[in-house]
């Protein structure tokens, strides 16, 4: 198997799936009409209701969904059960249930005047749905956020080359927002400007580094930092210093290996927290504020900009090089990592030891590459209101999904191709490869690959902490004034949020979110499915994808809460020092009942709607639901 | 043997297919970069225009500010996007729709 085997497979799942599946779907079974008003047309307000052509909606909704999901979902699921899962998963999903998600969402949006699912679920399925959600959106916030504030701290400090770039960032963020809306320069000038100089401040990262191989066979090869490296490596040795080089906090990660002078089958400390870390935490935290209390216009709108160039070119050079690398570097286009991890797809259940079976973690892993509820959500919201025809709703929403496959398609063969180091590091290495097949050398290429990664994933981050204050306010905003202070808001999500990166367990953090995440596109697919059994149309498409994600999502949530337990709680509840980490896991459990509680009432509401209207249940209403058909 | 008026034909075809493709191209890259900062550029106007309607014309909506002699003053000016004005500040929104929803790429 080599990169451009997986590409010409891409290509042939996204014209086949689209093909002879979702536009049979959306001729026979939605029945999309041209000549219908959408809500972009009947209203026309000019601002939330403006009808946009199916080119520009199409980069619209693709950008709005496709970022760092795809890339971080793959690259841990092929660490743990290998490339040809992950393929499959990201081949099948998208082509039965993930373009559909995005489809039906906003199709149903459409065809409700433009209302939200959550809108749509009060009126549908029960009025107690749209508090639920909020709840889910909150905490699906928060793991997030965690998720991304630790590999963001992660690549801050162990990777020296990449910071600068992020302050670099932020300056020329500041300066595109003020040159494009203050001093109404063009908008070419302030990229070729903003994106320009960020860009040369992260080729200048890693220039005069050295990457030695490794002395012995088998280890890691010897990396001598540049000049900018070097300045970033003094300024943590300094304040490391602190404490004489002594943790902050440590303890036992499960997912993470041993250090290599632990005595043999004992539980030693592996996760260190150091002053730098910390520091680099709060770095974030900053940022994080910065992009959460400025006008949008000011900071977090022109970094996702200038965020936005810098990945898609990495992307752009990237996907060039998998697919010309099998005839300019062969060596370069041959996976790695092995098709399957291990021959019993981790469903081997051992007392004591995290357990990862091939089913339900895979799909909770894959978040975003293969089907995502944010999608549904956002579709609903934005591009909904923004569609011109009905028969755009498949190209854009269908379309979207179906390319964000191939997004989470070049993250797995980075890494598969990558050769050394696992998750990030290897994404970042599977980069500079593929961008060496172009003539760029590899360790720009992977420093590339870092810097737009943490880009990538960093204004993210800001928008994410900005949307929790938002939502804090508005669940709790009635209780009491104080929740209403964005001070108070930011501050209370930054807080949750450095304690899950101080303790929540990588891995289980992600899986958690991804969880979360395939849980609300279970709950978005259920009231797809309730509307269609409203309207008297065929559910089978929408229910049988609702019922394999709820039922695997749940699954996955328990599996995760007892990993956190068997593995986290129980080994360091007996070890000085792993307060933090033990508390952390105890947060992560009690999420992960929340969440399947929250599910399973949405459900049983959901279940007890869709018999109702499929007249399946003795009280069935003889009115139809209030929507246009 | 194809005739010439096929052959102009063909090629005038392919020619507006590849300026269809040009231009879907073009369309999509406009979409993912600048229509962001014209959506939000809108926003920003029709946030300011709202404010300014609330201000001179609140009392339709129960919100009286002004007396009324400047109301009506205003109001012919007013009256074309009276309608899109009260639905947009009455409708419900959902807790995204209050902050950059279309930035957040997850």
Known sequence: ????????????????????????????????????????????????????????????????????????????????????????????????????????????????????????????????????????????????????????????????????????????????????????????????????????????????????????????????????????????????????????????????????????GVAVANVRITPAFLFWLVFLSAFAYLGSILPIWRFAQPINYIGFWITFLTIVLASLGAALAVFIKPDVATLKIEAIKSADLGFSLAAGKAWQPLWPMLFATIACGAISGWHALIGSVGTSRQIENETDVLPVGGGSMFTEMTLGMLSLLAVSVAGQGVGVPAFANGVGNFLSVLGVPQHIGAALGFSSFVVIVITVFQLVIRVMRVTLAEGLGDRSQIFRNPHVGILISLVLMCLLVLSGIWVYLWQLFGSSNQLMASLSLLVVTVWLASTRRRTTFALIPTLFMYVTTMAATLVIARNLWETVVVPNSVRAGAGIAVGGAIAMILVSILLFVAAAMIGLDGWRAYRRYSGGAPEARTVPAQSTT | MTSPRSAIKTRSGLLARLSGLAMSVKSFVYGMTAYEFERHALAERARLEDLFVLITLGDIIGVPILPPYYSLRLLPFAVPRLAAWKRRLLRERHVLENEEYDLIEL
């Open chain 1, 1 to 264: 198997m080599n990169t451009l085997y997986a590409v010409i497979l891409a290509a042939l799942v996204f014209y086949i799936g689209y093909r002879f599946y979702a536009q049979r779907i959306d001729k026979n079974i939605m029945q999309s009409d041209p000549r219908k008003a959408t809500p972009a047309r009947l209203y026309m307000d000019g601002v939330d209701f403006v009808p946009a052509s199916r080119g520009v909606l199409y980069g619209y909704h693709f950008k709005s969904i496709a970022a760092a999901g795809p890339i971080v979902g793959a690259i841990t699921a092929a660490n743990l059960w290998g490339w040809l899962p992950s393929i499959l998963w990201l081949l099948i999903g998208v082509t039965f249930i993930g373009w559909m998600s995005d489809y039906s969402a906003i199709m149903v949006s459409v065809r409700n005047d433009g209302e939200s699912l959550s809108a749509i679920a009060h009126r549908l399925i029960a009025p107690r749905t749209r508090t639920i959600l909020l709840v889910f959106i909150f905490f699906y916030l928060l793991l997030v956020a965690g998720a991304f504030g630790n590999i963001i701290v992660g690549v801050l400090f162990g990777q020296p080359q990449v910071p600068l770039a992020i302050v670099t960032l932020v300056i020329m963020g500041m300066l595109g927002g003020q040159m494009l809306y203050r001093w109404r320069t063009d908008l070419i000038l302030m990229t070729l400007i903003t994106v320009g100089v960020t860009l040369l401040v992260i080729i200048a990262g890693p220039l005069g580094m050295q990457v030695n191989p490794p002395a012995t066979q088998g280890g890691a090869p010897t990396i001598v930092q540049g000049p900018v490296g070097q300045v970033m490596v003094g300024w943590n040795n300094a304040v490391n210093a602190i404490t004489g080089g002594a943790p902050v906090i440590s303890y036992f990660d499960p997912t993470l290996p041993l250090p290599a002078d632990a005595p043999s």
